[in-house]
């Protein structure tokens, strides 16, 4: 604590001009000079951002600190290093830590951006489209030069944006679009009054400039209000052609109305309409070939951010933010189906990874600001690299097989590499490993998923800003041709929707059998976490097929999972879901007749021909007859009844038993985490040397600053009374809280959740295939845990050497840290 009270001694006598930062540092006569300048500088460079933070959190009043005791401690918590002290201090911090964070999240959503620094950045440039329904770019620049501003001509560099007084000059990117210094108003201006030009930023006119429709062209614009990229769309077909544009929201759609009215926009056909329920196949559609997409995004999504912290609050915005996810990606779809489709383009406001949907197209190649490995043909904007607001544009291109679209004028179209979704399934979890121990096998073979564990995923998205208004223009001959689309083409193009939208990393089982990296756990149903409601089961998967999320882990023993996953796969047009199913035998004797039954017991449920894949578990290995059993399956798997063969929660030792009698075993399921890592021991390098993949279970918990939970009330599901067991096997509860706080830090400066650390470790584990991550299905008030789950296995989180270190430390110090070395990560 020493550290913060000579920061913040030092930061009050600066304030007092009693002298240069640097001087006060070095005459306070502190032991360790170096940390305590950079805390001082960092903490100064963001006082304004910590004093807003501290004074809408009141923080002041709550702990009855000083201003500047707060901001340095602040800053540590939320921004730098995370927090070197203990103690009473660090326990108040982190009881306020949640709400901290919200406000910081609240100040980047109203600002728009993403990071923290830039909170700092200077004011956006002011964008004005000259609406070219009404007048040219050469009569609104004379216009304007007549009115007393300088024009410097077009601008060719970035930093030709940074203007001031009453200069302006043409855009680099976007010809119709002119630019002005920060907070240069227009409201009272008589082009703006007469609508000929638009107060429309320039991140928001990509959209329209990308898609380019040719006059006379027909077009959708699904979730069009306010009307800003209507009118922009409107100029660019010159205003010819059919320009459909619905929105749900009656009062938006009238202002709409007017802006059109005043932009003199004369193609659209306005609808008060849910986009999602326009007919593809209706014929005045029938000529729609293009569709711009701009759904709606949430701006309290942000709140959620960074809030490891679990409330009810938390989860009912999660829940909410699952569900706009979940519709902006059945929006793309409807987008994808209407039969003549040439080009969509899908756009939000979002400049969250999470919230945005990463996508095919390589668009603009000068643009600063790319979509995230490995999906960098999509553009970001954001204010710092682009001086615009933040804005994520993706373009889907329809190609007819083999043929590619010709490229439009300003923009690149790359090829979508196809990579059609594989079907798959799969399974359940058994017994223990001679390194994973006694206390699992038991518990494990009663409560067969500690999988489920956690998951907490957590789309963050947040409201794309009021936009201002704009029209329309010409520009774009784009077009193409390309004659309409018949179910074949749209079938392709509906794939590179889920390729665009989901990056879900696949690993491909040694049968062949291509599944997600990161699986849906559906212990859940199993019982063990109260009633389930199978219809809202169904519907709750959904969200995940949807989300690329196509692999389900079940077991004939968890409930009605198969029933459920069999009704999900019947009512699902989505090819290539994956299931992997468990066969849990009650110890007995295993004859062909036994197995075969079980296996057609779980195709019957599941609605499939074959299985895709069943991982055996079993009870006691004293009782050899497992041997029985394998033998049969392998039979069983040789006649095309199941694709691949694996076990779950089995030791090292019978993976070596049943490999040496010529059983090819494809997968192990087990239980391996940041507190448990077991598997690390031995399994790891058998399972490498074998071609033999771990799939993993037992996720953490968000537990993090809390006090412990030890009574069944706080414990009230198997899999939180399992994991606080392992917990307390693994170091205890404190321990616990200090790799939380590690995983914190790690998580915040990959803007991700502790889930997301936890899961991408594990992940990144030498033989861990996949990592089960338990879904939460029609269940009141769990939420769903999507975004984290997507997050976790995004090619863009990475773990630097730093994370790990930082983890691994905590780790070391743990009563079991097997194999935590780096020595044995392969
Ligand atoms: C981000 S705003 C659109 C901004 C608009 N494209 C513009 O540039 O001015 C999203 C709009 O989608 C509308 N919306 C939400 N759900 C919808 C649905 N199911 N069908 C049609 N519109 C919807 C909202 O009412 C909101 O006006």
Redesign the pocket.
């Known amino acids: 604590m020493a550290l913060y009270v000579k920061a913040a001694e030092i930061l009050d006598k600066a304030e007092k001009k009693q002298g240069a930062l640097k001087t006060l540092v070095y005459d306070s006569k502190f032991e360790n000079i170096k940390p305590l300048f950079a805390l001082v500088l960092e903490t100064q460079k963001f006082s304004s951002v910590l004093e807003e933070i501290i004074v809408s959190s009141k923080l002041l009043k709550q702990t009855k600190m000083r201003m500047n005791l707060a901001k340095v401690l602040v800053f540590d918590l939320l921004i730098g290093q995370g927090l070197k002290c203990g103690g009473a201090w660090k326990t108040m911090m982190i009881k306020h830590r949640a709400r901290l964070q919200s406000v910081l999240a609240r100040m980047k959503v109203k600002q728009k951006v993403s990071k923290n620094e830039d909170l700092l950045r200077p004011a956006s440039s002011r964008y004005v489209r000259v609406n070219t329904v009404k007048t040219t770019v050469e009569d609104a620049v004379d216009y304007l030069k007549r009115d007393g501003f300088s024009y410097l001509g077009q601008a060719s560099r970035l930093e030709d944006l940074t203007l001031k007084e009453k200069y302006f000059v043409m855009d680099m990117h976007l010809p119709e679009l002119l630019v002005f210094p920060p907070n240069t108003d227009f409201h009272d201006h008589f082009l703006y009054k007469a609508g000929h030009i638009i107060l429309q930023d320039k991140a ?1 006119c990509l959209p329209a400039y990308l898609l380019n429709p040719p006059a006379g062209a027909h077009i959708i ?10 009118s922009h769309l409107a100029a660019i077909m010159k205003n010819k052609g059919k320009l459909f544009a ?4 009656a009062k ?1 759609l009238s202002t709409m109305a007017t802006l059109l009215l005043r932009s003199g926009v004369t193609c659209h056909q306005l609808a008060n ?4 329920k326009v007919d593809p196949d209706s014929p005045q559609f029938k000529d729609v070939e293009y569709v711009l997409l ?4 949430s701006g309290s999504g942000m709140v959620c951010l960074r809030d490891d912290a679990s409330s009810a609050d938390q989860e009912k915005v999660k829940a909410r933010l699952a569900a706009l996810a979940c ?1 902006q990606l059945r929006c793309l779809n409807h987008g994808l189906k209407f039969p003549r489709l040439k080009r969509l383009v899908y756009s939000t ?1 979002s400049i969250h990874s999470q919230e945005t949907r990463e996508s095919l197209v390589n668009l603009l190649s000068q643009w600063p600001e790319r979509g995230l490995e490995p999906l960098t043909q999509c553009l970001r904007a954001n204010p710092a690299k682009t001086r615009t607001h933040g804005f994520f544009v993706a373009l889907l291109e329809k190609h007819n097989g083999a043929g590619r679209k010709k490229q439009e004028p300003s923009v690149q179209i790359s090829a979508q590499e196809a990579t059609p979704p594989i079907p798959s399934t799969r399974r359940k979890r058994p017994a223990a490993s001679d390194e994973e121990s006694d206390a699992s096998e038991t518990e494990d073979k009663q409560t067969p998923a500690a999988d489920q564990a956690d998951g907490t995923p957590s789309r963050r998205r947040r409201e ?1 800003g009021e ?1 201002e208004e704009e029209e329309e223009e010409e520009s774009g001959n784009g077009g193409n041709g390309g004659n309409g689309g018949n179910s074949g083409v749209i079938e392709e193009t509906r794939w590179d929707c889920y390729s665009m939208m989901s990056p879900v990393p696949k690993v491909r089982l040694s049968g062949g059998l291509e599944i997600c990296r990161v699986l849906n756990g559906m212990w859940q149903v199993s019982g063990a976490h109260g009633a389930v409601n199978n219809p809202k089961a169904v519907e709750a998967m959904q969200a995940y097929v949807d989300a690329g999320l196509t692999t389900f882990d079940m077991a004939d023993i968890y409930g009605p999972a198969e029933d459920i996953f069999g009704q999900c796969k019947s009512g699902n047009s989505t090819p290539g879901l994956q299931s992997l199913t468990k066969y849990v035998p009650r110890p007995g004797p295993m004859d062909r007749k036994v197995v075969l039954k079980a296996l057609q017991r779980s195709m019957a449920r599941m609605h499939v021909d074959s299985l895709d894949c069943v991982q055996f578990h079993w009870w006691d290995y004293r009782d050899e007859r497992y041997l029985d059993a394998l033998g049969h399956l392998s039979d069983l798997q040789q006649e095309g009844l199941i694709r691949e063969l694996s076990l779950t929660n089995f030791d090292t030792q019978r993976l070596e038993e049943i490999t040496s009698r010529g059983i090819r075993i494809s997968s192990n399921q087990v239980q391996y985490s940041l507190i448990d890592q077991r598997p690390a021991a031995r399994m790891e390098q058998f399972c490498v040397a074998n071609n033999i993949l771990l799939l993993t279970y037992g996720t953490l918990e968000r537990y993090l600053g809390k006090t412990e939970p030890n009574s069944r009330a706080e414990l009230y599901t198997a899999s939180l009374s399992k994991y606080k067991k392992m917990i307390d096997s693994w170091g205890g509860w404190s321990l616990f809280q200090d790799l939380l706080v590690a995983l914190e830090t790690v998580a915040r400066t990959h803007d991700c959740s502790v889930a997301s650390v936890a899961t991408r470790y594990v992940l990144d584990r030498p033989a861990v295939g996949g990592v089960i991550v338990g879904c939460r299905l029609g269940v009141s008030g769990a939420g769903q845990h999507l975004s984290d789950t997507l997050r976790s296995c995004s090619p863009a989180l990475k773990l630097t050497e730093g994370d790990l270190a930082a983890i691994e430390t905590v780790t070391r110090r743990s009563r079991t840290p097997h194999g935590a070395h780096r020595g044995l990560r392969g």
Do not use: H, I, V, Y
């Open positions: 928001s614009d699904a979730c069009a209000a306010p009307g800003n990229k209507t619905f929105d749900l929201d938006r309409q849910d986009f999602l701009d759904p709606s995004c519709f406001c794309r936009e």
